[in-house]
């Protein structure tokens, strides 16, 4: 079991497959000048799976969500996904993308094991994609999309970030559109997160300015907090349902106290917590031949150093090193 010394259990795991995009969202990365990590650096596919195995079957992890940098552009990542589903105990198995590519793939996900996806898209607008990403790849998302969903790799959840000045009026028209097409929309807070420090909290769109957005066309009524559990989103009833919509509201409502979250960067580094400025290096272990106990007990060590919090409200608060792209959001 991966225990805290605040009595909290880590049950889910993400893990970054790679450090690098297609896109380059400016909240998440600059134009170019990102040093990637170095090939050798990298977990291999068959180390992938080996610490997945350690984490399910001597740590107690149920759910493994994939996630990068852009997993999709993982070559391995259908067979990774192959090997995990076969785990005994089979854990959840889920992909957070960008959805570019996830037409092609889809069906073959599926197939090989994965529940489901979260596809992240900030705007339906094409000309306002390519500002936020820098990518003309609106199309291919909305392809995606409509792939995992015909490929039954349900619910489908969008994750959309509000910028302001870019998208932050399209809360309303996002929602209707994603409660037209039976995706459940998921707004995040924006996170100072990004490889070029630019994030300021004044300049952010918090859970109260999205969820002021969507009253002004919704009807929203709080799930309540016991159907939150350790889920990062807080979720409303659109119309008095059936339909969502979630908020992950993490800097002005942060979820940690109820944190169930490990995560493995795809160098094989254990984090406690986007945030946390400490890793524990278990590639290194891997790579020197230590027997799957000694690994398990690396990492039970390693979420024992867990904070309470994420510190973003301490004024001593210093962004982590790595950016999103690096730890995997
Ligand atoms: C880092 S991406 C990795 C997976 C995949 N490339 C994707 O687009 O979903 C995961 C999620 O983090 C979000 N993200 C990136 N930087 C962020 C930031 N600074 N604050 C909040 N969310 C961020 C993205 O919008 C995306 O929904």
Known sequence: ???????????????????????????????????????????????????????????????????????????????????????????????TTNGIGLERTADA??????????????????????????????????????????????????????????????????????????????????????????????GMVTAGDILASLRTRFSLTPEGADSRGSAPAERWLVDGGPHRVGVIASVTRPFCRACDRTRLTADGQVRTCLFAREESDLRGALRSGAADEEIAELWRTAMRGKKAGSGLDDPSFLQPDRPMSSIGG
């Open 1 to 95: 079991m991966l225990l805290d010394t605040y009595g909290r259990v880590a049950t889910d795991l993400r893990v970054s497959l790679t450090d690098r995009c297609n896109l380059r969202c400016t909240y998440c990365m600059p134009e170019e000048g990102l040093q990637w990590l170095a090939k050798p650096e990298l977990l291999t596919d068959d180390e992938v799976v080996r610490l997945v195995r350690i984490a399910v079957t001597l740590l107690g992890v149920e759910e493994v969500r994939f996630t990068g940098g852009e997993p999709l552009l993982r070559p391995g990542l259908v067979g990774i996904v192959e090997r995990c589903a076969a785990l005994d105990p089979r854990p959840q198995l889920s992909l």
């Open 109 to 202: 996900l599926r197939e090989a094991g994965l529940d489901r996806v979260n596809v992240s898209l900030d705007t339906l607008d094409a000309g306002t994609f390519a500002r936020m990403t820098r990518r003309k790849r609106h199309g291919d998302v909305l392809r995606g999309l409509a792939a995992a969903r015909a490929a039954g790799l349900a619910p489908v959840k969008v994750n959309a970030v509000l910028m302001p000045g870019l998208n932050e009026d399209e809360a309303p028209d996002l929602l209707a559109w994603a409660i037209e097409r039976n995706y459940e929309l998921r707004f995040i807070e924006q996170m100072p997160l990004d490889a070029q420090h630019g994030w300021r909290r004044e």
